[in-house]
């Protein structure tokens, strides 16, 4: 029987807008796309030390991790902002996307909504480095002190978490302006000064 914990956190993300639309099983490999003569992994499987792994294989740019699951709509239309961002600054800056479907609930394998992420990814592409976790998304929650998702961490150049957005709306009213800041760049949007 699920905790009174773990309810609370469903019932909260149901209510933020965030649904469901059924689970399927359909385990696949580590998808990859070939651009060039490079073959770029489109998403891997990892948990919150990857990410960790990321921010430090990016020191001296700032980082921006935004999580996000196919369940919560207002998380899938914030990504493509993230992607923007990355294209728009990706001398300076590091993205990374922190799929968090995976609950833990019974037959469900963090392989399990793959046939859902994967399509939404190819949509979007690779410029940005995509994990699906392999935790749950629960212990997500708890570990970085977060009630709801779209959720935005940025780092500093240092790799020191320096802002934790939740908003439905982050990229427009409060990520775009901050990184604009951290970079000392006047334009306070994911759009590049340079058109």
Not at 31 to 43: A, C, F, Q, S, V
Not at 138 to 146: F, T
Request: charged share 20%.
């Amino acid at each position: 029987m699920p905790s009174p914990i773990s309810l609370l956190i469903l019932l909260s993300v149901l209510m933020l807008g965030c649904t469901q639309d059924g689970m399927k099983v359909a385990p696949e490999q580590l998808k990859e796309e070939t651009t060039g003569n490079d073959t770029i992994p489109l998403y891997r499987l990892g948990d919150w030390g990857t990410i960790e792994q990321f921010v430090k294989a990016n020191e001296g740019k700032v980082v921006v991790i935004d999580i996000w699951s196919t369940y919560c709509a207002p998380c899938m239309k914030e990504f493509p902002r993230l992607v923007a961002l990355q294209k728009n600054h990706g001398d300076k800056i590091a993205c990374a996307s922190f799929n968090i479907n995976y609950a833990g609930l019974p037959d469900q394998t963090p392989e399990t909504d793959i046939e859902f992420i994967e399509p939404f990814l190819e949509k979007h592409g690779n410029s940005v480095d995509h994990i699906i976790s392999t935790i749950t998304d629960e212990k997500i929650y708890a570990m970085l002190d977060i009630y709801a998702i779209p959720a935005v961490l940025i780092y500093n150049s240092q790799g020191i978490l320096t802002d934790k957005i939740l908003d439905e709306n982050a990229y427009e009213s409060t990520v775009y302006p901050r990184i604009s800041e951290m970079l000392g760049n006047p334009t306070p949007s994911g759009e590049s000064d340079d058109t």
